[in-house]
């Protein structure tokens, strides 16, 4: 630093720390450290919001708590989050004095991580815009934030199918394929009937008609929604939209081997092919995901959870495992003239260890010997134990999950009334 005097002022959010040259030269922070190596005040305002020359004083417009905590790590080494501050702020903190996350203590870190993950998922355009607007970075937000009108159509377009409480055009076509879904589901359900075969001509010709018209606008709407997103990869990555994919193509996979096979009704019932495809349009019930919180909130669970479901399976296998084993040598290995058929096999007695961990009981096979009664106790009392501890940690995340998009959601009702108003 080839200006000012020999003590240097750094004014944090109000808060004043004043250092020597030396110590800034070599202190910890990299942001406070570059100072030393400006020869120019238009130097010192890319580092810093604002210099006084008369002072020697450093402005930096930033969180003053924040930053005592930080100064607090450069004393002695230990950086804990500040409390009641939320974890991403303070991590935005680190990263504008030069800190990441590896400095933090464990425990933070691991808070850190969890936030970041759970914000990941549903971090919209509004967050990002707002989060560069707060920095004053303009330029970012001219990047983000589309300026044309094609670009300003199409956008309104892609939330409009994509997010249901967006604007009143948007609940209004989520609504209308709440209808078509329950209508197909109808008439699935419908078709498998016994009498169905057997209807006049006219009925099953009717539910033909309202099945093509559901499955157009299906189709119409999963078309509409390829080509107003804005990453064409990652719309087809998306499981909902491989789920929609998945219930659109056997329709027309049907059609084309009913033409191909013409309309003889034995030839269709007895194609396998025809009848798996009909089945596979029950998928269309998870499209509901769309327009549901409840069915939200359950994916978003099951896939911040998969390693609570992991040990969940590995804690069943595992038991599985060591209790059919025991079962098949108790009840048929042992007494050969007084065998239990029905635990012929360790696969056979699988079956018994899985409705009895879970506490159904069918009843179709049980233990009758002694030993393998007090076996079939401890293995009852096992799967319950065994199935309880990766619940807690499971129903805490739905909880947080279902919270989460709730005030998404209320947040998107009050930008919509809002609009309504306007």
Same mark, same amino acid.
């Given at each position: 630093?080839?200006?000012?005097? !020999?003590?240097?002022?750094?004014?944090?959010?109000? &808060?004043?720390?004043?250092?020597?040259?030396?110590?800034?030269?070599?202190?910890?922070?990299?942001?406070?450290?570059?100072?030393?190596?400006?020869?120019?005040?238009?130097?010192? @305002?890319?580092?810093?919001?604002?210099? =006084?020359?008369?002072?020697?004083?450093?402005?930096?417009?930033?969180?003053?708590?924040?930053?005592?905590?930080?100064?607090?790590?450069?004393?002695?080494?230990?950086?804990?989050?500040?409390?009641?501050?939320?974890?991403?702020?303070?991590?935005?903190?680190?990263?504008?004095?030069?800190?990441?996350? #590896?400095?933090?203590?464990?425990?933070?870190?691991?808070?850190?991580?969890?936030?970041?993950?759970?914000?990941?998922?549903?971090? #919209?355009?509004?967050?990002?815009?707002?989060?560069?607007?707060?920095?004053?970075?303009?330029?970012?937000?001219?990047?983000?934030?589309?300026?044309?009108?094609?670009?300003?159509?199409?956008?309104?377009?892609?939330?409009?199918?994509?997010?249901?409480?967006?604007?009143?055009?948007?609940?209004?076509?989520?609504?209308?394929?709440?209808?078509?879904?329950?209508?197909?589901?109808?008439?699935?359900?419908?078709?498998?009937?016994?009498?169905?075969?057997?209807?006049?001509?006219?009925?099953?010709?009717?539910?033909?008609?309202?099945?093509?018209?559901?499955?157009?606008?299906? &189709?119409?709407?999963?078309?509409?929604?390829?080509?107003?997103?804005? =990453?064409?990869?990652?719309?087809?990555?998306?499981?909902?939209?491989?789920?929609?994919?998945?219930?659109?193509?056997?329709?027309?996979?049907?059609?084309?081997?009913?033409?191909?096979?013409?309309?003889?009704?034995?030839?269709?019932?007895?194609?396998?092919? @025809?009848?798996?495809?009909?089945?596979?349009?029950?998928?269309?019930?998870?499209?509901?995901?769309?327009?549901?919180?409840?069915?939200?909130?359950?994916?978003?669970?099951?896939?911040?959870?998969?390693?609570?479901?992991?040990?969940? @399976?590995?804690?069943?296998?595992?038991?599985?495992?060591?209790? #059919?084993?025991?079962?098949? @040598?108790?009840?048929?290995?042992?007494?050969?003239? &007084?065998? !239990?058929?029905?635990?012929?096999?360790?696969?056979?007695?699988? *079956? *018994?260890?899985?409705?009895?961990?879970?506490?159904?009981?069918?009843?179709?096979?049980?233990?009758?010997?002694?030993?393998?009664?007090?076996?079939?106790?401890?293995?009852?009392?096992?799967?319950?134990?065994?199935?309880?501890?990766?619940?807690?940690?499971?129903?805490?995340?739905?909880?947080?999950?279902?919270?989460?998009?709730?005030?998404?959601?209320?947040?998107?009702?009050?930008?919509?009334?809002?609009?309504?108003?306007?």
């Amino acid at each position: 630093m080839k200006f000012g005097k !020999n003590i240097c002022i750094l004014n944090v959010g109000g &808060t004043k720390y004043a250092f020597t040259r030396e110590v800034i030269k070599d202190f910890p922070l990299r942001r406070v450290s570059r100072l030393h190596s400006c020869s120019s005040e238009k130097e010192v @305002l890319e580092v810093c919001d604002d210099y =006084d020359r008369e002072r020697n004083e450093f402005f930096f417009d930033r969180h003053s708590e924040a930053f005592v905590f930080i100064m607090l790590y450069v004393r002695s080494g230990k950086l804990r989050f500040v409390p009641q501050m939320c974890e991403l702020s303070f991590y935005n903190e680190m990263i504008y004095w030069g800190l990441e996350s #590896s400095h933090l203590e464990f425990c933070c870190q691991r808070r850190l991580e969890d936030r970041m993950s759970d914000t990941y998922t549903y971090f #919209s355009e509004e967050d990002i815009k707002a989060e560069v607007e707060s920095r004053g970075e303009e330029d970012q937000v001219t990047r983000l934030t589309p300026e044309t009108g094609n670009a300003r159509w199409l956008e309104r377009m892609r939330r409009t199918f994509e997010e249901p409480a967006s604007s009143i055009a948007a609940q209004i076509l989520a609504s209308v394929s709440v209808v078509f879904v329950i209508m197909s589901m109808v008439i699935l359900c419908a078709s498998t009937l016994p009498d169905w075969d057997t209807a006049k001509n006219n009925t099953v010709e009717e539910h033909r008609i309202i099945e093509a018209v559901c499955i157009g606008w299906f &189709t119409a709407e999963c078309i509409v929604r390829f080509i107003v997103s804005r =990453d064409k990869c990652e719309f087809v990555r998306r499981p909902l939209n491989i789920i929609d994919l998945l219930a659109i193509t056997p329709y027309y996979v049907s059609v084309a081997m009913t033409a191909l096979t013409g309309e003889n009704p034995q030839l269709q019932r007895a194609g396998v092919t @025809l009848r798996v495809l009909r089945m596979m349009r029950i998928f269309w019930l998870i499209k509901l995901a769309r327009h549901f919180l409840g069915l939200q909130t359950l994916g978003l669970t099951l896939r911040r959870c998969y390693r609570e479901m992991v040990m969940l @399976l590995v804690f069943v296998c595992v038991a599985m495992a060591i209790f #059919s084993a025991l079962a098949q @040598l108790l009840e048929h290995g042992l007494d050969l003239e &007084t065998s !239990n058929e029905d635990y012929a096999s360790i696969p056979a007695a699988c *079956w *018994w260890v899985i409705i009895s961990m879970t506490t159904v009981g069918y009843g179709d096979m049980y233990p009758i010997t002694i030993p393998g009664r007090v076996l079939g106790g401890v293995c009852v009392v096992s799967g319950i134990v065994l199935l309880a501890l990766p619940i807690t940690f499971i129903y805490h995340s739905f909880v947080q999950c279902y919270h989460e998009l709730k005030f998404r959601s209320a947040r998107c009702v009050r930008s919509l009334s809002s609009e309504f108003l306007n």
